[in-house]
């Protein structure tokens, strides 16, 4: 049997249980009942229960769209189970809904994490887990489905509900994935804060359904990123392996098979470094104006914020000996490096480091102003003087050719 109809690409599909409907989306909001045994298309199955449910357009999902949401194609997946709906979006949400969603705006709960888009949700087959699948992030995120009577608290620290406000040089002789690598700009065509933003609450505004009562609780993060990263996974004071991917960081302990998050991030994160007494880790990420994250290891709170001094991304951390200081690199066009008096949040000196990319930076042993900067073709050694960073390049003479260099 062909059925012809829809104006535009064919997105998603479900089956009635008896196998006698076909239910249908299309990129341009459509939404068709096909009946297989008479070959044509119907307005509607009353009666029928589907097979399954991931359609992102109908009227029982109308209310999965938030309001400043205009792009239908913005809701990448549905899933439903036991009179619950999950979802994932553009903007990296995992969101839980009470099925069906039939009014507009209804309340959710919303759960960060993903860096990107969310190309996929679903159940388990025992409907206790939910996998969520992330695009550009390369990450499948486990999450444990849970009820309030099970005693679980909620919302989580990765848990936003949607009623609140803030929810609702040439290198021709680089290696070709290097060489891809130095081509990434991390340059956003829409920041979740401008997403975000949109959000205001208006007088008057009709009282919209609570959010279920149940939830979702990260249980397990399947990835790491190392495409475009080094240098970033440490053993922690208490033997826990310390990494990160999409925009989390993950404390990851081998005895039990456990994992614990960081979730304080809202995009991709680049770049990692442990304090000297292993108790600390710093974490940069991509954003207009992006920031660096030092948190607490055993409780994973966070203790200081940087920001102000990069554009498009921090590529680079590390701490002084002493772990008084932390170093940064931007992937702005100087890549300029930032010393920091992270406990205050202070900047200590900034000077551009270098036109080409860098990929590392690391302070000498035992010392608070001597530091070194590698990447395309090129080694710089820095002195800091109070409030003024001075650079000598390295130089190979006769012993070789510059080289890319990956860290140091």
Known sequence: VIFKGHTDFISHLDWSEDSNYLFSNAG???CKVLKITSEEEVRSAEGTKPASFTRVMGKEVAGIYPRFMKDVNDVNAVDVADGLAVTGDDYGNVKLFDFPVTEPGSKARRYIGHSAHVTNVRFSHSKKVVVSVGGADHAVFQWKVYVESMGVPGPHSNTVDSCDEESDT???ELDSELEEETQITYERGRYKEDVMGRRKKRK??????????GGLLLDYVFGYRGYDCRNNIHFTADNEVVYHVAALGVLYNGETHTQRFYTKHTDDILCLALHPM???????QVGRDPAIHIWD???TATISILKGQH??????????SDGKLLASVGLDDNHTIVIWGWRKGEKVASVRGHKSRIFSVRWKQGSNECLVSVGVKHINFWTMKGASLTSKRGVFGKVGKAVTMLCC
């Open 28 to 30: 341009v909001n459509e």
């Open 170 to 172: 040439s290198d021709a």
């Open 204 to 213: 008057g505004a009709v009282a919209r359904a609570p959010a279920p009562d």
């Open 278 to 284: 292993k108790d600390y880790t710093a974490t940069g």
């Open 297 to 299: 290891i055993k409780t």
């Open 311 to 320: 554009q498009r991304g921090v590529c680079a951390v590390d701490f002084s």
